[in-house]
């Protein structure tokens, strides 16, 4: 259609082209179009073609994909293509926004694309429907529709109120019309949720304060701004609009300019809203799934360190495990919370860590040791410490390595502790431990009864136990009518 070459010598077609492009042109009063034309050798053709480009090119979708996969490498290279298309058009705030944006995804100040990331991306599509509106030939179909078009319902009785609105808007928005809170509640139903409501207050049988609050009852269109319109400068009519949930007021006679800046800057501020819920929402599953993940991988890593403690030593297959079983056990009749027992679980699972320091041939010994071999078997809890001492974050894990051995009278190892010194998670740890060690087989024994091992408990209370734990664990050996605990 603007193909120069074929249509050189036809005068009246030059004409009537130069007439359009500079009609068109004038209606992009929101660029700087001076500057445009500058960039393109005061050519109005190339101009408009070039603005045609910088919506079917647009870097939109681009942009929302690295923000939210935080790849601010791409992201970067996106807004400065953004700044250079927007300063051929002339779209000034434009540029400098993605100017702005650019300096701070060099720096890598995120905190700054955070806070700004959507109020681009708002402006940058109202550059672009402002620009399909008033060029639509211009710009391919298919490009022009992966741009949000807003969709404005109008409630009005009045049609002539109904066409001024359309007149107003029909060429930025989508206009919806319903002449009566009926028709449009029955429209309302059969369509997509629009935008935006303008609501008239004063009509026959349902009026503007009655559809609003029947509106706002329903959860599906409860966030849809609604902005009414009245006669009336009327204070009253005004206070309970607001009360009933209406975002703003046009007078009426309407204004055209007034009704195009309102409506343009209530849904700019919707539109932000409902992207940064969106965002939350994103970022919020995204920090779900990730500390899932964690969990998940700190469990196993977890499982395969008791599984490298226990491989150390042939008679213990599945201690870590069970100790670590044992003591959640203990905790919950101890009242432990939640996040306790998670730790003592932990603790239980990583007490024996310090035997990866010992010797096979002194662990796996089927004799019976020496008393030099003893003292290297007792030393695994000071390794277990020394190992374990820089995990902070649950202190439980280094504490019960270090003093799982301790007994309750202060007769144990290694730092002879008594009774309340000894940490509570290395008292449960050692109930725990002593109870699957008596149970399990041994290079020298077969694992013994549990009447035994209860009467060893029973026995043990205050002096190697403390009284407290082993008496729950008394309760349970109890209640395990069929020794299925050590399985
Ligand atoms: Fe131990």
Not at 259 to 286: F, G, K, M, W
Not at 315 to 341: C, F, I
Not at 440 to 460: F, H, N, T, W
Not at 471 to 480: G, R, V
């Amino acid at each position: 259609m603007y193909d120069g070459d074929n249509m050189e010598h036809d005068e009246s077609y030059l004409n009537d082209k130069i007439y359009d492009s500079s009609q068109i042109i004038e209606k992009l009063s929101f660029l700087n179009t001076d500057d445009g034309l500058k960039h393109c050798m005061d050519d109005a053709d190339f101009y408009l073609d070039i603005v045609g480009t910088f919506v079917e090119d647009n870097v939109l979708e681009e942009l929302k994909k690295y923000y939210f996969s935080n790849d601010w490498d791409s992201y970067r290279v996106k807004v400065h293509a953004l700044k250079s298309s927007a300063t051929y058009i002339g779209a000034e705030t434009l540029w400098s926004k993605a100017k702005r944006m650019e300096e701070a995804a060099k720096q890598g100040d995120i905190e700054y694309i955070n806070l700004n990331h959507h109020q681009l991306l708002a402006l940058y599509e109202k550059v672009l429907r402002n620009i399909d509106a008033v060029m639509p030939e211009r710009v391919n179909q298919e490009y022009s529709s992966s741009i949000k078009k807003f969709t404005i319902f109008v409630v009005d009785d009045s049609r002539l109120n109904r066409q001024v609105v359309s007149e107003v808007l029909s060429d930025i928005y989508n206009i919806v019309e319903a002449d009566s809170g009926d028709s449009f509640f029955q429209q309302l139903e059969s369509r997509n949720a629009p935008d935006l409501i303008l609501l008239d207050v004063h009509m026959p049988r349902e009026n503007g304060h009655e559809i609003i609050r029947k509106l706002k009852k329903d959860e599906k269109y409860t966030h849809i701004p609604v902005v009414f319109m009245t006669n009336d400068n009327d204070l009253s009519t005004e206070l309970q609009g607001f009360d009933d949930g209406a975002v703003d007021f046009i007078v009426k006679p309407l204004n055209p300019a007034l009704l195009r800046a309102r409506i343009s800057r209530i849904l700019e501020l919707y539109y932000l809203q409902a992207n940064l819920q969106e965002e939350v929402q994103i970022r919020t599953q995204d920090i779900l799934d990730k500390s899932r993940q964690m969990y998940a991988f700190f469990e196993q890593l977890l499982q395969s360190l008791a599984k490298t403690i226990d491989a150390k030593d042939k008679y213990t297959k599945g201690h870590s495990d069970r100790v670590a079983r044992y003591a959640v056990m203990l905790g919950k009749r101890m009242g432990y919370n939640e996040d306790q027992l998670l730790r003592i679980k932990y603790a239980g699972m990583l007490h024996d860590i310090g035997k990866i320091g010992i010797p096979d041939e002194i662990i796996n010994k089927p004799s019976k040791l020496s008393a030099d071999e003893f003292a290297i078997i007792k030393s695994h809890s000071v390794i277990g410490g020394e190992i374990l001492k820089n995990i902070t974050a649950v202190e439980e894990i280094y504490s019960a390595a270090r003093w799982h051995h301790e007994r309750y009278d202060g007769m144990g190892y290694p730092d002879g502790l008594k009774g309340q010194e000894i940490p509570e998670v290395a008292r449960v740890i050692c109930v725990a431990d002593a109870y699957d060690a008596m149970t399990s087989c041994r290079g020298y024994r077969k694992g013994l009864p549990q009447d035994v091992v209860r009467k060893e408990i029973a026995d043990g209370l205050g002096a190697q136990f403390d009284p407290l734990v082993g008496t729950n664990m008394l309760q349970i050996i109890d209640e395990d009518q069929d020794f299925d605990l050590h399985d």
